[in-house]
């Protein structure tokens, strides 16, 4: 009975080990969604420690009557679903610079983060997630906008 016991601890404390090393050191890809115009980001993400890191986003747009960018960093807390599935929440904030017909400027913003997740057994990481972004200045983004996007990430 000890030995069934020790045996089945062993086996717990592995599938925890194995379950926290989940998160890559490092994932470097695109963030491709939409919100409010902006449609493509370049997305970094870094390990912090067990099932927690960091999210660093740089977004573009180009239309024909406003060129932005915005730099978004999320704290994000990863927790494993089954095999190589997780899901992720997290919150942040970030800046970004518009130029259009009329003005130009900076702006802020806070944002969450809730998303789903798939880590392959080769290094690539595809993230489906939600956004809400609530912006602060009165002439660009100054309401909730919800950004829904597809990650393709490749770890190292």
């Keep these: 009975m000890k030995k069934l016991l020790g045996l089945l601890t062993v086996a ?3 599938t925890i080990s194995a379950q926290s090393q989940s998160i890559s050191k490092n994932a470097l890809g695109l963030r491709l969604g939409d919100n409010d115009g902006f449609g493509g980001e370049i997305s970094y993400q870094r390990y912090l420690k067990e099932s927690n890191r960091l999210e660093f986003d740089l977004g573009w747009r180009s239309s024909n009557d406003i060129d932005a960018f915005k730099l978004v960093g999320l704290y994000q807390w990863v927790m494993p679903i089954d095999g190589g599935f ?34 392959f057994d080769f290094p ?33």
């Design 12 to 14: 717990l404390l592995m």
């Design 86 to 119: 997780h899901w992720y929440v997290g919150a942040g904030a970030g800046l970004g610079q518009y130029d259009s017909k009329n003005s130009n400027g900076t702006f802020a913003l806070i944002a969450g983060d809730i998303g789903i997740e798939y880590d």
């Design 124 to 156: 690539l990481l595809l993230s489906l997630d939600i956004r809400p972004e609530l912006g602060f200045n009165d002439k660009y983004s100054d309401d909730l906008d919800m950004d829904i996007a597809l990650g393709i990430r490749y770890q190292f």
